[in-house]
């Protein structure tokens, strides 16, 4: 497969995630989302997964809920479920990978620690919703989790990542 065609997935990833998470959805129903019906998950069965995952998991500042969906998304595409030591390598080394680009680029994984706010209290919602945080900062999690999530897909060895271009046979060099 080539370097174009995954750029093109990559895209239609990013758009996905990005368009569920400006309709409401939170970080992780929208990384998770993007990544779930391509991967042969329900889009129901994903926004229900991540429901709670949002905020750094239920609002407590932990893991952004975006990286927690992207790591959602590489245990999905990763080898068969099967109690394997390779297995469950491959998925860890992929996903410390993930965090450990997430957290160059952006300083911390928490969410208490990008975003600034404490969304566990009231006072930290109001604050995150009054400053706009869900359409200002936010999106930018978003994205860099499903395109890195994407990228890993590429190049991790994964052996049903590749499911997305049967799915999406739609894509081409216009889309």
Not at 39 to 67: D, F, H, K, N, Y
Not at 164 to 174: M, N, R, V, Y
């Amino acid at each position: 497969m080539g370097v174009e065609r995954w750029r093109l997935v990559m895209r239609r990833a990013t758009d996905d995630a990005l368009r569920l998470f400006a309709e409401g959805y939170n970080c992780c129903q929208s990384v998770l989302g993007a990544f779930g019906p391509p991967l042969g998950l329900p889009i129901e069965t994903c926004l229900s997964l991540g429901a709670a995952m949002g905020g750094g998991g239920a609002r407590s500042g932990g893991t952004c809920g975006a990286v927690l969906g992207a790591l959602m998304a590489l245990g999905l595409a990763g080898p068969e479920p099967e109690p394997s030591e390779e297995a469950r390598e491959l998925c860890y080394a992929a996903g410390q990978e993930l965090l450990c680009w997430f957290r160059a680029v952006h300083g911390a994984i928490e969410c208490r620690a990008l975003t600034g706010i404490d969304l566990s209290t009231p006072e930290g919602l109001e604050t995150y919703r009054q400053a706009g945080l869900h359409h200002t900062v936010c999106p930018k999690f978003v994205r860099d989790a499903t395109q890195w999530a994407s990228e890993l897909l590429r190049t991790a060895g994964y052996k049903r990542g590749l499911i997305w271009i049967d799915i999406h046979p739609d894509l081409d060099e216009d889309s």
